[in-house]
């Protein structure tokens, strides 16, 4: 399976998870995948979507409205960006940015999703970890299951990020303020 995605603290209440992945399509298909919702289902959850800059977007990860994830398109540059809010039930509001660019006959994708509440930011790193397994299956044919593979890898997620205290920093040390300073999981500062 695909490498892990760097899971970046941006302040004691909101984290920054990030993917790169380089798949077996071209751009045009692989957008295809993350707009038409046929191919949506097969790798996230139904999905109803208007691709463009104030449109809508809903997936529906259960059959209830505590499963429904909603927002509003923020930026689209077919075929290289789609960028929307992301609305979850007893969540704070997020966004999910996803980025192409060609590599030859592939393509590279890039997952950027900011402003997580810090306590889910694992569950979103292995959540999204899943989704991607899925859709590099899907896009060759295969099939994969998001609820095995999830449960192979939330540990490793929840290993790798936990929040730090309120009043210390990565290393242990309280900064001048009280404040704890922002790294990633593997003590990267986020660009």
């Given at each position: 399976m695909s490498e892990f995605g760097t899971i970046v603290e941006r302040d004691l209440q909101h984290a920054t998870i990030r993917f790169e992945r380089s798949l077996e399509a071209d751009i045009a298909e692989t957008w295809r995948w993350l707009t038409e919702p046929d191919r949506l289902e097969r790798w996230m959850a139904p999905t109803q979507i208007d691709v463009r800059v104030g449109g809508t977007v809903e997936h529906r990860f259960d059959k209830t409205d505590d499963g429904l994830a909603r927002?509003?398109?923020?930026?689209?540059?077919?075929?290289?960006?789609?960028?929307?809010?992301?609305?979850?039930?007893?969540e704070p509001d997020s966004a999910v940015c996803f980025e192409l660019r060609a590599e030859g006959d592939r393509t590279v994708i890039t997952l950027t999703h900011r402003m997580l509440g810090v306590g889910h930011a694992a569950g979103y790193g292995a959540g999204w970890h899943a989704h991607l397994d899925v859709l590099e299956a899907a896009m060759v044919g295969g099939a994969l299951s998001w609820d095995e593979r999830f449960g192979e890898i939330i540990g490793d997620y929840q290993t790798r990020f936990t929040p730090p205290s309120p009043a210390t920093t990565s290393t242990g040390t309280p900064d001048a303020d009280g404040t704890s300073s922002a790294a990633t999981t593997t003590g990267q500062t986020e660009p």
């Open positions: 927002g509003r398109i923020l930026r689209v540059d077919v075929p290289h960006l789609l960028e929307y809010q992301w609305r979850f039930p007893g």
